[in-house]
């Protein structure tokens, strides 16, 4: 069942006239206040960020992880990086963040991003919260040019991947007051998105809030998925429909 809520409204803490230009830039882009967290922000994304070769992977490799709340082993952080509020983002061991990726939280301090070990973040690849959290469990592979979103809850078990171009949840607003502007309107929570384990979804496929998608499931590329998915099924077309299984009578 959907529910309304006020969440993280960025419009809001931008339009906020009791905070300056450089605590909005701080409080939307560092996700924290103070000298230190902003130093450290600025100088390595701007002497390290743009910094292509192995030159750049090595440095970045040193020093990229003093901007995350926690880093394992062996992290890859591919140039052009952008990143919101990274000291709530977690990753594990052997996390690759490919060329132009763009993670971003915005809300309460109990929730956070976390990427498992083996992580694949893909170029030009999203993930991004917005008063919710992101749980990316390990050896999850997200294919490039894709959007993973919530404003509640998305959680996605080990060994699934992600085609390219996939949009996975995102931020919905209600628009039942057309007298009001949607973007005014308050943010619809649909219980957010879970995606069991080994789970693979083609190119170009949208997974939409509020859906569970059973272990080991395939959605087929340029479905629609608007509603919850059994374990092992086959679904294709839009909006998804079951169309096989995985499973077998001698399984």
């Known amino acids: 069942m959907s529910s309304q809520h006020q969440k993280y409204r960025f419009h809001e803490v931008m339009q906020d006239q009791r905070t300056s230009a450089l605590q909005k830039y701080q409080d939307t882009v560092i996700g924290q206040r103070g000298l230190l967290p902003l130093l450290r922000h600025e100088l390595l994304t701007l002497l390290l960020g743009p910094l292509p070769g192995l030159l750049g992977l090595g440095l970045r490799r040193f020093f990229y992880p003093a901007l995350f709340g926690a880093a394992g082993k062996n992290p890859v952080f591919g140039h052009h990086l952008a990143l919101r509020g990274p000291h709530r983002i977690f990753l594990g061991d052997n996390v690759m963040l490919d060329e132009h990726v763009f993670l971003s939280f915005r809300g309460e301090a109990e929730q956070s991003i976390c990427l498992g070990s083996n992580v694949l973040i893909g170029r030009y690849s999203q993930v991004r919260a917005r008063g919710g959290e992101i749980l990316l469990a390990d050896n999850v592979s997200i294919g490039a040019f894709c959007y993973l979103g919530t404003a509640s809850q998305l959680i996605v078990g080990e060994h699934s991947l992600f085609g390219g171009n996939c949009y996975i949840g995102g931020i919905q607003h209600d628009f039942s007051d057309p007298g009001r502007p ?54 294709a077309g839009v909006p998804a429909k079951v169309i096989g299984s995985r499973q077998t009578d001698n399984q």
């Open 182 to 235: 949607i973007a005014e309107q308050p943010l619809v929570d649909r219980g957010g998105i879970v995606i069991g384990r080994d789970v693979w979804i083609g190119a170009h496929a949208v997974v939409n809030d509020g859906v569970r998608i059973g272990d080991g499931a395939v959605v087929g590329a340029n479905a629609v998925v608007t509603k919850d998915i059994p374990p092992f099924a086959i679904v």
